[in-house]
Structures are given as C-alpha cells and as structure tokens.
C-alpha cells in the first residue's frame, strides 16, 4: 500500500527524493519503487545535506520584489492570480498555513513545524529561476518565524506598494472572514461569531479600552449577537463599521509603523491600484 501511494505521487508528477546515507530502508525503499517502474533520485548525504543546502537559500536567495500594502488590499489574491504569469510567487501565508493575522489562525488549520515550514519555503527558493516575487510579511506569521536571513533580503528589496480604498478592503475582508467560512459550512453564524469576539479579545490591549468597546458593540450588531440569520450575515454592510474599526484604528496603523521603521531601507519602485500594479508586474516579467 505504501509503494502504491508513493507510485501514485510520481505518477501525478511529484519530484521524489531518497534520503540516501547507507541505510537499509533507504535502499529497500528505492528498490521496491524502480521494480515497480517508479523514477526516483537519491540524495547523498540524506536529509541532513538537503536540509544544509535549503537552509543556505536564506542566506544567498534570489533576487526579490516584495509586494507591500495595507491589509484588505488583496496582495495575496493578486500575486497567487499572476503566479503563472510573471515571476515565481513565494507564498508565506500559504507555507506558513496562516493569514498573518488574530482574525486569520481559525480559517487554516493547524500550522506546519517550524522545521517544515523553512523546508517549503527552501524548495521554493531553490526552485526558482530570476526574481521571486513575496507578499511583505512581519517576522512572525501565527507562530512561525520567518528565517532571518529571508527576511533580512525582504526588508532590502525594492517595493511595490498596492493601494485599496476602504470600499474594497471592507468588501475583501468580508468575503474571506464572514462569507467564506459561512458559505463553506465551517462555521455556523453564532460559532463565527464567537470566534470573532475571541479575535478581538487577544488585541484588546492594543486597541485600549474605548475603541475595543466600539468595536465589539459594532461586532455584536453584525451578528446581532450570534443570534443573526444566515441572509443577514452574509450582508456585507452589516459588518462594514467593526471592519473600518479594526483597519483604522489596528492594523492600518501597525502596518504603516512597520513599514516607517525600514523607510530608509525600503526603496518603493512603484505604487498603484491593483489594475495599475498588474500592469507593471506583467509588463516587468515580459
């Protein structure tokens, strides 16, 4: 059975790798795949020299552009739209299987090991060819460390920056955080709710006690205390008020102090909407 799945992944096109240093299920592993017709191609020197050699990816990458903008902006739904079309797109959240927010760790499921994290991002910087395009991203995504020498190039490359109004990042935002897990049946409406006032717990402090009350009331009257119907909580103008909250008074201004600390660092080569980025990405990359 073992064989057969590991026949049935090369089979789809999966690149497959022996650990090769000696050992003896090593050997029985690569022996029962090639009688069975499967390719395979053994590493010497095993897990530990591939490990070596993704690890050093951090330290000397490829050339990089990093997309910056607000959250709400739709960078990670743009740069996974032209990931075929220009640059090789390494995604951060996606490795990391975390939206890079308190509202975000519920949507994703558990998060890789720290260990399997870098090693997907190492492949995908070992894979790619020319510059690499990322999503800018702190240094803590949920619970995973970006690596250091990763993030140091990030902060040295040029950026892109994406502009959104409130209109399409309150629209963004609740499409990914209320009607996505609402139309895929994961949450019910007074579960979502529930996790939301968790959400907003954990940042409390952050957003002192006045605006986190406004907030919350705000969050309340959305889901009318979780007792809201479904038709009502997939109404986008329901949520727009402890949206706009969390934007203007969180993570607008912790994005744009982020962003100043590395200004002298961060040389912007171009700021545009989301048509006008495209267009530059796309005509880059011919």
């Known amino acids: 059975d073992r064989v057969a799945r590991w026949n049935s992944a090369i089979a789809q096109g999966?690149?497959?790798?022996?650990?090769?240093?000696?050992?003896?299920?090593?050997?029985?592993?690569?022996?029962?795949?090639?009688?069975?017709?499967?390719?395979i191609v053994k590493v010497q020197g095993g897990y530990k020299a591939i490990r070596r050699e993704l690890l050093n990816h951090f330290e000397a990458p490829p050339t990089m552009l990093v997309i910056?903008?607000?959250?709400?902006?739709?960078?990670?739904?743009?740069?996974?739209?032209?990931?075929?079309?220009?640059a090789p797109f390494v995604d951060l959240e996606w490795a990391a299987r975390h939206r890079g927010s308190s509202f975000g760790r519920a949507f994703t499921g558990?998060?890789?090991?720290?260990?399997?994290?870098?090693?997907?991002?190492?492949?995908?910087?070992?894979?790619?060819?020319?510059?690499?395009?990322?999503?800018?991203?702190?240094?803590?995504?949920?619970?995973?460390?970006?690596?250091?020498?990763?993030?140091?190039?990030?902060?040295?490359?040029?950026?892109?920056?994406?502009?959104?109004?409130?209109?399409?990042?309150?629209?963004r935002i609740h499409q990914e955080y209320v009607a996505d897990p609402l139309q895929k049946e994961a949450y019910s409406v007074s579960q979502l709710y529930a996790w939301h006032r968790v959400a907003l717990e954990r940042i409390r402090v952050k957003l002192?006690?006045?605006?986190?009350?406004?907030?919350?009331?705000?969050?309340?009257?959305?889901?009318?205390g979780g007792s809201a119907t479904l038709e009502e909580a997939l109404e986008p103008s329901r949520h727009r008020e402890w949206v706009l909250g969390l934007l203007h008074s969180y993570y607008d201004p912790l994005y744009d102090y982020g962003f100043a600390r590395q200004a002298e660092q961060r040389k912007t080569v171009f700021r545009g909407?989301?048509?006008e980025?495209?267009?530059?990405?796309t005509s880059r990359s011919v």
Not at 277 to 281: Q, R, S
Request: proline share 2%; charged share 25%.
């Open 14 to 39: 999966a690149s497959v790798l022996i650990c090769w240093r000696g050992g003896l299920r090593s050997q029985i592993a690569s022996e029962w795949i090639r009688e069975s017709g499967g390719e």
């Open 208 to 224: 002192g006690g006045l605006k986190f009350a406004e907030i919350s009331r705000a969050l309340s009257r959305a889901f009318r």
């Open 110 to 171: 558990a998060q890789p090991s720290q260990t399997t994290f870098e090693n997907t991002l190492g492949f995908a910087l070992f894979r790619a060819t020319g510059e690499v395009w990322l999503e800018d991203e702190s240094t803590y995504i949920g619970e995973r460390v970006v690596p250091r020498g990763l993030k140091r190039a990030m902060e040295a490359a040029p950026v892109v920056w994406l502009v959104a109004g409130d209109d399409d990042r309150v629209r």
């Open 277 to 281: 980025v495209t267009a530059w990405l």
């Open 68 to 86: 910056s903008g607000r959250t709400g902006s739709g960078k990670t739904e743009m740069l996974r739209r032209l990931g075929g079309v220009g």
């Open 273 to 275: 909407d989301e048509e």
